[in-house]
């Protein structure tokens, strides 16, 4: 059985266009959403993605309806196929269902690998030229040791609760604890110099 999907961004949008390929396709459900293609929440794509079987076929008008990315694309067409269902795009004509659609998935898959080897690389040379620089990632150490004394600086008051230092400096329960738990740990006391006992006052000569 061919499922349909279709996908416009905003409500000022219409669907028809998609819609009326995709029936022309075949399709004999359809299921639609109106929502931007980078939000995860899409109703309409996890109930098209439920209702295919093993033997159906998800087809969409375009590529870019189902994919929130090529990586996306690519991970949600694959989760397909294990199931043994199909995937169809009208508009770049590729059905995987065929030996030439899988191919150029098989294409679009390793430019995807790319991309994402691409995005590590970037990013641990970044890192690597940061370093290099003497800079570190992460917060600065400033902040912490503000927030630090400032929690510190409110626990001697005894009308405020752990909640609401939390939330007067920022800080989680765990960070609070981590944070005063040093301020509670006791100092070590210098050690105690041995008293020298003495044998008492000498006794007076007698003559």
């Known amino acids: 059985m061919l ?19 995709l029936q022309a396709a075949g399709c004999a459900r359809l299921y639609t959403d109106t929502v931007s293609g980078v ?6 794509l996890m109930a098209a993605l439920a209702q295919c079987r093993k033997g159906d ?8 309806r189902l994919g929130r990315s090529l990586p996306h694309l690519v991970e949600t067409v694959r989760a397909l196929g294990d199931r043994g269902v199909g995937f169809k795009s009208l508009q770049e004509n590729i059905d ?9 998935f098989h294409i679009f898959a390793s430019l995807a690998e ?15 030229a940061a370093r290099a620089r003497g800079r570190t990632g992460g917060r600065p150490k400033g902040v912490d040791q ?14 405020h609760s752990v909640r609401e230092i939390c939330e007067i400096v920022g800080i ?16 070590p ?19």
């Open 172 to 187: 989680s329960r765990n960070t609070y604890y981590k944070y005063t738990r040093a301020d509670d740990t006791p100092q």
């Open 57 to 64: 076929t998800l087809v969409v008008w375009k590529l870019d």
């Open 39 to 44: 939000k995860m929440d899409r109703p309409g």
């Open 146 to 159: 503000k927030k630090q004394k400032a929690a510190l600086a409110l626990k001697q008051d005894p009308r």
């Open 114 to 128: 790319f991309e994402r080897a691409l995005i590590r690389e970037r990013t641990n040379a970044g890192l690597s």
């Open 3 to 21: 499922i349909g999907y279709a996908r416009v961004s905003t409500t000022e949008q219409n669907l028809d266009l998609q819609t009326d390929a």
């Open 96 to 104: 995987t269902t065929t030996s030439g659609g899988r191919l150029i």
């Open 189 to 207: 006391q210098p050690p105690r110099r041995p008293v020298a006992r003495g044998r008492g006052p000498a006794a007076a000569p007698r003559w």
